[in-house]
Nanobody
């Protein structure tokens, strides 16, 4: 069982930045998918950014150019650098990793005020 622990959420004003971290309790080298998702009240969880395989990155259109997903295998951590934040970026952000099984973090709240 792999446990994912997220951190880095908080409240910022529009235009500000946050960096989310997702640290795994075991190696992430064998994860074949890693990503960040966002959920807002009344809506389903949606993909924000992800790794396909170990190198290729994907982003939802509304965050392209503002968010960057990265990882540090040695630290067993995935990051989401969020710049030029907008109020519509607000929500609970979850990390997800998939290896032999699928794992989710507990979620971290991001609130962007106008």
């Amino acid at each position: 069982q792999v446990v994912l622990v997220e951190s880095g959420g908080g409240s910022v004003q529009a235009g500000g930045s946050l960096r989310l971290s997702c640290t795994a309790s075991a190696s992430i080298l064998n994860m074949n998918y890693m990503g960040w998702y966002r959920q807002t009240p009344g809506k389903e969880r949606e993909l924000v950014a992800g790794f396909i395989g170990s190198i290729r990155r994907e982003y939802t259109d509304d965050v392209k150019g503002r968010f960057t997903i990265s990882k540090d295998n040695g630290q067993k951590t995935m990051y989401l650098q969020m710049n030029s934040l907008k109020p519509e970026d607000s929500g609970v952000y979850y990390c997800r990793m998939r290896g032999f099984r699928e794992y989710w973090g507990q979620g971290t709240q991001v609130t962007v005020s106008s």
